[in-house]
C-alpha cells in the first residue's frame, strides 16, 4: 500500500516538473520572439527614416530586452508563489 501511494506521490512530481519545464520553454520562446520583433521594428524605423548609423536598432534592441526580461520575471513569480 505504502509502494502505490509513493508511486502515485513520484508520478504527479514527475508531471508537475514536465509542467514547469514547458513552461520555461514557452518563457524562452517568448522572449526570443519579443527581441526579434524589436529589431525588425528598430531595422524599420533605421530605413524610414534614413538614418546612417543605427540608432533606432539599437534602442529598439534595448526596449525589447527590457520588456522581454520584465515579462520572464512575472512569469517566474507566477510559477512560484
Known amino acids: 500500500m505504502a509502494d502505490k501511494q509513493q ?5 504527479e512530481n514527475q508531471k ?3 509542467k514547469q519545464i514547458a513552461a520555461l520553454s514557452g518563457i524562452a ?3 526570443g520572439i519579443t527581441i526579434y520583433l ?3 521594428l528598430g531595422k524599420w524605423l533605421d530605413v524610414k527614416f ?3 548609423g543605427k540608432v533606432f536598432l539599437i534602442v ?3 526596449f525589447g530586452v527590457a ?3 520584465y515579462a520572464v520575471l512575472k512569469q517566474i513569480k507566477k510559477l512560484n508563489p
Request: aromatic share 4%; with cysteine; charged share 15%.
Open 38 to 40: 524589436f529589431v525588425i
Open 67 to 69: 520588456i522581454s526580461l
Open 50 to 52: 534614413g538614418n546612417s
Open 29 to 31: 520562446i517568448q522572449m
Open 16 to 18: 508537475k516538473q514536465l
Open 60 to 62: 529598439c534592441t534595448l
Open 7 to 11: 508511486s502515485n506521490n513520484e508520478k
